[in-house]
């Protein structure tokens, strides 16, 4: 099994920047070796929706609405994700969970309880 535990959440104005973490423990090897890790949001009323993704590899992709202004990234150790975010505005506000999965042919299937991000205007 693997755990994911994100922090770093909080409440923001707009133009203001956060940094979100993702704890990973357990089994994370083949998320590792073979998998990829990502941070979802999803608003009130909303789908969630993928913000950014970054593979075993560390290649990234990103949804387009944050290009630029999101990075993700993972330390050394591979068992923390981040969630960069800079210029927030007010439409970011969301809960915001990480995810894992052990590879790319399948869907993500570990998730955190998610951390909240609200950016005022």
């Known amino acids: 099994q693997v755990q994911l535990v994100e922090s770093g959440g909080g409440l923001v104005q707009a133009g203001g920047s956060l940094r979100l973490s993702c704890a990973a423990s357990?089994?994370?090897?083949?998320?590792?070796?073979?998998?990829?890790m990502a941070w979802f949001r999803q608003a009130p009323e909303k789908e969630r929706e993928l913000v950014a993704e970054?593979?075993?590899?560390?290649?990234?992709a990103y949804a387009r609405s944050v290009e630029g202004r999101f990075t993700i990234s993972r330390s050394n150790s591979k068992t923390t994700l981040y969630l960069q975010m800079i210029s927030l505005k007010p439409e970011a506000t969301a809960l915001y969970y990480c995810?894992?999965?052990?590879?790319?042919?399948?869907?993500?299937?570990?998730w955190g309880q998610g951390t909240q991000v609200t950016v005022s205007s």
């Open positions: 357990g089994n994370i090897l083949s998320i590792v070796r073979t998998g990829s």
């Open positions: 995810a894992a999965r052990r590879t790319f042919a399948t869907p993500y299937e570990y």
């Open positions: 970054i593979g075993h590899e560390d290649s990234t």
